[in-house]
Antibody
Framework: QVQLVESGGGLVKPGGSLRLSCAASGFIFSDYYMTWIRQAPGKGLEWVSYMSGTRSFVDYADSVKGRFTIYRDNAKNSLYLQMNSLRVEDTAVYYCARGSAHELGAFDIWGQGTMVTVSS | DFLMTQSPDSLAVSLGERATINCKSSQSALYSSNNKNYLAWYQQKPGQPPKLLIS???TRESGVPDRFSGSGSGTDFTLTISSLQAEDVAVYYC?????????FGQGTKVEIK
């Protein structure tokens, strides 16, 4: 069964750090682009970052560039998002999602999400 | 960046009636070399992650009921629910993946009248 399971969310103070994880199963993880997308409470979807299967292609939203780092461990079928210098406006549910094999593609598999709350 | 604008922001439709959601892109999502529109539609029900309904503007994902259809090309796209069912109450998003950053529309909330 194709599945993504996020973890690592929680409550953190402004300026703090968190590392999110996404465990993948049921498909050849290293073949696929993977992405992080977030959704602030009551708001729409905002793409955060993606990484290709070979780790050759990476990009970030301007809102997180320089503060967040995406990486993956294909041997562990896992995707990560290191979030530093967190701001109140980073408060959101963070989803990991699967892209396609050869290009970013549409996001066909999503995890259930993990909540990140940045508050003093 | 591509700006994706959906209309309307919300709509209420009677059960069994047609629901139509529009999505306009600030740039063409049609890639001329393969004649494909890099446009997807997602459905998000309360408390759930989004679900991919349609990719390439008009290709339904496996298991998606055929009452959902996508159309359009270039900069103008439409998601149609031909006969609204109670379980279709959700927020619907369009998204372009033609270019980075991938961008979403603001969402359209569909309710029962």
């Amino acid at each position: 069964q194709v599945q993504l399971v996020e973890s690592g969310g929680g409550l953190v103070k402004p300026g703090g750090s968190l590392r999110l994880s996404c465990a993948a199963s049921g498909f050849i993880f290293s073949d696929y682009y993977m992405t992080w997308i977030r959704q602030a409470p009551g708001k729409g979807l905002e793409w955060v970052s993606y990484m290709s299967g070979t780790r050759s292609f990476v990009d970030y939203a301007d809102s997180v560039k320089g503060r967040f780092t995406i990486y993956r461990d294909n041997a562990k079928n896992s995707l990560y998002l290191q979030m530093n210098s967190l701001r109140v406006e980073d408060t959101a549910v963070y989803y990991c999602a699967r892209g396609s094999a050869h290009e970013l593609g549409a996001f066909d598999i999503w995890g259930q999400g993990t909540m990140v709350t940045v508050s003093s | 960046d591509f700006l994706m604008t959906q209309s309307p922001d919300s709509l209420a439709v009677s059960l069994g009636e047609r629901a139509t959601i529009n999505c306009k892109s600030s740039q063409s999502a049609l890639y001329s070399s393969n004649n494909k529109n890099y446009l997807a539609w997602y459905q998000q029900k309360p408390g759930q992650p989004p679900k991919l309904l349609i990719s390439w503007a008009s290709t339904r994902e496996s298991g998606v009921p055929d009452r959902f259809s996508g159309s359009g090309s270039g900069t103008d796209f439409t998601l149609t629910i031909s006969s609204l069912q109670a379980e279709d109450v959700a927020v619907y998003y369009c998204q372009q993946y033609y270019n980075t950053p991938p961008t979403f529309g603001q969402g359209t909330k569909v309710e029962i009248k």
